[in-house]
């Protein structure tokens, strides 16, 4: 009787041992996942990118706004040809008639495009510098990967962006993302969805390959010491400014096809018909409507993203 007592003792205390033991296997399991994913330069250039996407996107977003509603309109906006008058204008009538916050209508899709897109274009170019440049892309190769890794996040989020042109557009009235993804499913079907994906692609992919050559370009010009130097944020800034222009420009005329589908999919069903539409109602000044407020917003929004971006990688140690 009294034989048994140490052997169940001993019985308790090997099996406490093995679940410490097992716990403490999972934790290291777990930890080691962790490791292994913060580690990562592809996770953390996406993490960066997300962040510094955040920044810009809710900073941005009057400008977005604003030149979706230029665009909107039936006529030309009166006053000078560059459109700032037609700018300032829409500012007063959303303010007007919307309040201060209805500069930032549409928010929520706008959060839900640029922030994992963001990280989403941030770590597919990492991973394609280090696949294909070594880190170091010319300028041919700097356009082919802003290209590349803007056309797979252009079409991953392309149901997000006609959402959200919708939404800052002032023509639809959805309550929420749900609302609208149902109702555009329920009338127009799953292609209803992805509306204007052709002129999207045509601006984005573009705009990203020449931004990144002009971006890459002009800190190349500036000497090593001034970009090692307490100068850096402001000279990124500066390079990001300057990048942003020459590209938004360029790529204009794709947005206001894009917007013309993706409001209108009734009346503009094919690329060619939203060109050709432009062209014999407002001529070729209308290809260039909202150019100043998605000049100024994605000049400003890519100088930023790329700053903080820059900064954030830096402290990663991924430079």
Known sequence: MHGKAPQSSSSSSSSSSGVKVLLISQEQNKM?????????????????????????TILFQPLDLVKTRIQTAITLPSGSGNGSVGMLATVGRVVRNE??????????????????????YFSSLSWLKTTFCEGQPGPLQAVGLG???RTLTGVTLIPITVIKTRYESGVYAYSSMREAVYTIYR?????GLTRGLLPTLLRDAPFSGLYLMF????????????????????????????????????????DVVKTKMQLYPHKFTSFHQAV???????????????????????????AMAWTVYEQI???FGLK
């Open 147 to 149: 290209v590349a890794a």
């Open 215 to 254: 971006y890459t370009q002009t800190k190349k010009n500036i000497p090593i010491r001034y970009m090692e130097s307490s100068l850096s944020p402001a000279l990124h800034f500066t390079s990001g400014v300057v990048a942003g222009l020459l590209a938004s420009a360029v790529t204009q005329p794709f």
């Open 187 to 191: 009338k127009e079907g799953a292609r």
């Open 32 to 56: 080691a996942v962790f490791d292994a994913v913060t580690v990562s330069p592809i996770v953390k250039s996406f993490l960066a990118g997300s962040f510094s996407g955040t920044c810009s």
């Open 276 to 302: 050709i539409y432009v062209h014999h109602k407002y001529g070729p000044r209308g290809y260039f409507k909202g150019l100043v407020p998605r000049m100024l917003r994605r000049t400003l929004m890519a």
């Open 313 to 315: 990688t830096k402290n």
């Open 99 to 120: 309040r201060l916050f209805g500069l930032w209508k549409g928010m929520t899709p706008s959060i839900l495009r640029c922030v994992p897109g963001v990280g989403l």
